[in-house]
């Protein structure tokens, strides 16, 4: 991991995204309880570092993040943006009170959604693609994730989401 070379428009997005996220999380009225908000983050996190570390800098190759191909600080500012994100799924998912009709268009609308934050993403230097991959691939990445995400929620609150405590 290397440090901060070239502090840039990217590093300061990240900063910026960062901290409206991690505000709205702590502003929004608590709608899930406790151990389903951490569960929410963690997988956010978890499902956002298997695939930057598969198909993003590892494995595959298929895009950098910030400055370099090489892990660097604020690639882990960069991670933490997945926290928030998996936490908003799962609290909309419950306010929005998803069932097997909604189900799909949920899904769908946050695999645009995550579609349109990558995009974003490219035009801030944040995320730059490489080796022919193109912003489309992503999209049924998104919606598998997405699904996962759903189908993980329905089982850790077996469809019933209890007060917040």
């Known amino acids: 991991m290397t440090g901060i070379e070239n502090f840039s428009t990217n590093e300061i997005s990240l900063i910026l995204l960062n901290l409206g ?7 929004l009225p608590k ?8 569960l929410s983050i963690l997988s956010g996190l978890a499902t956002g570092m298997l695939f930057d570390f598969t198909i993003g800098g590892g494995v595959l190759d ?6 370099s191909n090489h892990y660097e600080v604020f690639d882990v500012v960069y991670y933490a943006l997945f926290a928030p994100a998996g936490y908003f799924f799962m609290y909309f ?23 349109a934050l990558q995009w974003v993403f490219t ?19 998104f919606l598998t994730t ?10 850790i ?7 917040p405590a």
């Not at 609150?157 to 007060?163: E, L, P, S, V, Y």
């Open 93 to 115: 998912y419950s306010m929005l009170h998803i069932n097997k009709r909604s189900f799909i268009f949920y899904i769908t609308a946050w695999a645009l959604l995550a579609l």
């Open 62 to 67: 298929f895009y950098r993040q910030n400055d």
């Open 157 to 163: 609150t077996d469809g019933n989401q209890k007060k």
């Open 146 to 155: 997405q699904a996962i995400a759903g189908i993980f929620y329905e089982f």
């Open 21 to 27: 996220g991690y505000l709205l999380m702590f502003l």
């Open 31 to 38: 709608k899930l309880n406790r151990e389903v908000a951490c």
């Open 123 to 141: 035009l801030l230097d944040i995320l730059t693609y490489q080796n022919n991959y193109k912003l489309i691939y992503s999209f049924p990445i």
